[in-house]
């Protein structure tokens, strides 16, 4: 795919919805850590419906270890592998606590560090509560990027490369959002919704369809 195409994508994308976000719920840059460790595998309303709950009650690392791993698991225990998220969680507020005062880091080395946060976590958090241009590959964004030709690749860490190397720098902040979204609900994996797709004209996917 030629950059002319790239950057009118991104164009459309940002022009049918200027001011991209996560559809997980959270205040706090602790908030939205636990809700991303909560929503590996599980579905952002899942997250929100639990975190509705919880957040009330510890929104803090300090509240959360007072409210203890038993606890936990009651208020997440409809999202799966909740019992190693909760333990996770737990883990995690102890470190922040230890190492960090409380804080959520601000690196990706040290987010990487803390117990249940990989790669596509961290790049969330950087993103989404510090304001970096990371780029968090998650299965809707590998789909996409494979399947319009943006950035094709045979893994997630390639699809990320090749994305941070290819998209714009002034649509880099808000790429993942746009690409989660579009991947959520219009290039769906089963059944893409070709003929409502905003960028139809300029995908390279072979099996596109109109309907």
Request: positive net charge.
């Amino acid at each position: 795919m030629n950059p002319a195409k790239r950057r009118e994508i991104f164009t459309r994308l940002k022009a049918a919805n200027p001011h991209p976000t996560t559809e997980l719920k959270y205040k706090t840059p602790f908030e939205l850590l636990v809700a991303v460790v909560l929503s590996a595998q599980a579905t952002d309303v899942s997250v929100n419906a639990a975190t509705r709950h919880l957040f009330p009650v510890a929104n803090t690392p300090q509240k959360m270890l007072a409210l203890g791993e038993a606890k936990l698991r009651d208020y997440v225990q409809r999202i799966g592998l909740y019992k190693t998220k909760a333990k996770h969680i737990i883990q995690l507020c102890r470190l922040l606590l230890e190492k960090h005062s409380g804080q959520v880091p601000q690196t990706r080395e040290e987010l990487e560090a803390l117990p249940g946060v990989g790669r596509k976590t961290a790049n969330v958090v950087l993103n989404t509560a510090f304001g970096q241009p990371t780029i968090a590959v998650d299965t809707h964004i590998f789909r996409v990027a494979n399947r319009t030709n943006i950035a094709p690749g045979k893994d997630v860490l390639e699809v990320e490369k090749k994305l941070l190397k290819f998209v714009p720098d002034e649509f880099k902040h808000d790429a993942h959002h746009w690409l989660i979204l579009h991947g959520r609900y219009l290039c769906q994996a089963r059944k893409p919704k070709c003929g409502a797709c905003i960028i139809y004209d300029l995908c390279e996917y072979k099996g596109k369809n109109e309907n």
